[in-house]
C-alpha cells in the first residue's frame, strides 16, 4: 500500500453489532456490582472491549460463506483437508493435528514430552503453556534477552531468545532432560513483541546440534512475519507468508490458537515434522479432543479457519494491523502515557506504576487504571501485574510482580479509527485526574488465577 498518513480500514462493514452507549453513573453502578474487576462486567456494559485479541475477531464474508459450506462428516471431512492442506503448505510440517484451541495443544504435545525432571526452555513461556508444562510435572525457564525486559528501550526484536542462555541450560540440564524449545512469536507475555528470523535461525542450529525438539507457539506468526519484513535486512523482498514459512521450516512443529492469526473465533492445531511423534500426540487426541479429523472443530470451524489463516497474510490488512496498533501506542506516548516500547503486534501496555506513581504497589496501581478506564470510556481492559501474579510471603505481605502493566489488546477487524480516537480522547481525562485515582484492596480472591475471580473495594 502507498504511505497515506490516514489508514484506512482495509474492508467495509456490512453486519454490525450494536455498542450500547453508557453513561458514567450508569458504569459506575456496573462497576460496584462487579467489584472492581472487570473479568465480572457482561460485555453489554462495555464500550471498546480491549480485554483479549483472542476468539474476538470480525470474521469476512469469506469466512462466512466457508461456515455455511462446512463439511460436518466425522471422520475425512472435505472442511478438514482444506484445514490440512492450508497448514501444511504453510509450515511444511507433514503432520497436523486440529484441536479446540490452543491450550488443547498445549496439553497433548508438552503433556507427552513433559513430566518430572524434564524441562523447557521458552523466550516466554505464555501462562496456559507454563501451566500445562508445569502440570505435567516439569520446569518451565524464559530466557528472552536482556533487552526484551527493559520496556524503554529500543530494539527491533525484543522478543529474541538469549542464545548464549539457550546452549548455557542445554549443557547444564542435560539435552536428554529438555522436553522442548518452545519459540513464541510474537512474545505474548513480553509486549506482543517479535523474533528475527537471524535468531530463530540460531536457536534451530543450537536444537539441531543438541538434538533437541524446537517448535512454534504461532499464534501471531502473521504480526511477527511484518516486523522481520520491514525491521530485518534481507526480508524486504519476501512476501509475509514466504517469511512465516520460512519460521516454521527451521522448526520441528508448532502449536497454534487459531483464535489469533488465523482470524476465527474458536480453534488450533498441532503440526509436526516426526510421525512416531505425531502418532503418539493423534492417541491422546482421540482420547480427549476428538477423530484426528476434527479434533474438537465443527468442520464449519475448520473451514473458516483455512480461509482466515490465508488471509491474515494479504499485505493490505497486515499494514492496518501492525500500524493502527502503533498508531493508538504512538499517540498515547506523545501525551505522556508511560508506556512499553516500541509498540508490539497485538496491543499497548500501559506501565501503571509510573502514571499512578502515588498508588503503591501494595493497592495495585494496575487495577486502579483498569477500573478508571472503565469508569471514564466504558473501555475493558485487563491488569498484567501484581493482581495477576503477585504472591503472598509467610506472613501474608504482597510479593508484587515485577511490572505493574495494562494491556489494550486490540480485536482485528472490529473497531475503526473513531474508536481508536475515543480511546485517545479517555486517556487525555486519565492524564488530566491522574492524581485523584485511588488503589484497591483485594476483599475476596480464589487460591488460583485469582484475576479472574477476586473482587475489590475501592481504597
Ligand atoms: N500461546 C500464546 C502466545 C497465547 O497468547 C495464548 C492465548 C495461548 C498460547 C493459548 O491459546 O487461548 O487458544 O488456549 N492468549 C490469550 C490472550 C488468552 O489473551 O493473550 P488459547
Known amino acids: 500500500m502507498e504511505e497515506f498518513k490516514t489508514i484506512i480500514e482495509p474492508f467495509k462493514i456490512k453486519m454490525v453489532e450494536p455498542i450500547k452507549v453508557s453513561t458514567s453513573d450508569e458504569r459506575l453502578s456496573y462497576l460496584q456490582q462487579a467489584h472492581y474487576n472487570p473479568f465480572l462486567l457482561k460485555s453489554d456494559e462495555v464500550m471498546i472491549d480491549f480485554l483479549t485479541d483472542s476468539g474476538t475477531s470480525a470474521m469476512s ?11 460436518e462428516s466425522y471422520a475425512g471431512a472435505r472442511s478438514w483437508n482444506h484445514m490440512r492442506e492450508t497448514v501444511e503448505t504453510l509450515s511444511g510440517h507433514g503432520y497436523v493435528l486440529p484441536t479446540h484451541q490452543g491450550r488443547a495443544g498445549e496439553r497433548i504435545l508438552y503433556g507427552f514430552l513433559g513430566g518430572k525432571g524434564k524441562v523447557f526452555i ?3 513461556h505464555f501462562d496456559t503453556t507454563r501451566a500445562n508444562i508445569e502440570f505435567s510435572g516439569a520446569e518451565a525457564i524464559d530466557i528472552v534477552i536482556e533487552e526484551g525486559k527493559n520496556p524503554r528501550e529500543f530494539h527491533p526484536f525484543k522478543g529474541n531468545m538469549d542464545v548464549v542462555k539457550l546452549e548455557a541450560l542445554i549443557q547444564e540440564k542435560g539435552a536428554e532432560n529438555i522436553g522442548a524449545v518452545i519459540l513464541t512469536v510474537t512474545n505474548n507475555s513480553g509486549g506482543g513483541q517479535p523474533v528475527s528470523m537471524e535468531n530463530t535461525r540460531q536457536v534451530s542450529a543450537i536444537c539441531k546440534k543438541y538434538g533437541v525438539h524446537l517448535f512454534l507457539d504461532c499464534c501471531r506468526v502473521a504480526e511477527n512475519a511484518y516486523f522481520i519484513k520491514h525491521r530485518e535486512p534481507g526480508f524486504e523482498n519476501h512476501t509475509y507468508y514466504e517469511i512465516a514459512q520460512e519460521m516454521f521450516r527451521l522448526t520441528d512443529g508448532s ?7 488465523a482470524l476465527v473465533n474458536m480453534g488450533g492445531f498441532i503440526t509436526l515434522k516426526d510421525e512416531a511423534l505425531a502418532n503418539e500426540c493423534k492417541n491422546l487426541l482421540i482420547i480427549t479432543e476428538g477423530f484426528a479429523t476434527y479434533g474438537g472443530l465443527s468442520g464449519r470451524d475448520m473451514e473458516a479457519l483455512a480461509i482466515g489463516l490465508k488471509e491474515v497474510f494479504e499485505p493490505d490488512y497486515l499494514h492496518y494491523r ?4 502503533a498508531f493508538l501506542g504512538e499517540r498515547l506516548r ?3 502515557v508511560p508506556l512499553m516500547w516500541p509498540i508490539g503486534g497485538h496491543a499497548v ?4 506504576k509510573e502514571l499512578y506513581d502515588h498508588i503503591p504497589v501494595q493497592e495495585y496501581p494496575g487495577q486502579a487504571l483498569v477500573c478508571e478506564l472503565y469508569k471514564k470510556g466504558g473501555i475493558r481492559t485487563v491488569e498484567i501485574g501484581s493482581v495477576m501474579f503477585g504472591k503472598y510471603d509467610n506472613e501474608g505481605k504482597l510479593i508484587p510482580a515485577p511490572m505493574e502493566l495494562v494491556r489494550l489488546a486490540i480485536p482485528r477487524r472490529v473497531y475503526t479509527q473513531s474508536h481508536i480516537e475515543f480511546v485517545i480522547e479517555v486517556f487525555e481525562k486519565i492524564m488530566q485526574d491522574k492524581a485523584s485515582a485511588k488503589g484497591l484492596k483485594i476483599v475476596e480472591e480464589p487460591l488460583f488465577l485469582r484475576h479472574f475471580t477476586s473482587k475489590f473495594e475501592q481504597l
Open 61 to 71: 464474508a469469506n469466512q462466512w460463506a466457508g461456515i455455511m459450506v462446512g463439511d
Open 122 to 124: 521458552s523466550n516466554t
Open 255 to 261: 502449536v497454534m490458537s487459531a483464535k489469533k492469526d
Open 322 to 325: 501492525i500500524r493502527s496498533t
Open 334 to 336: 506523545d501525551m505522556g
Open 349 to 352: 501496555y500501559i506501565d501503571a
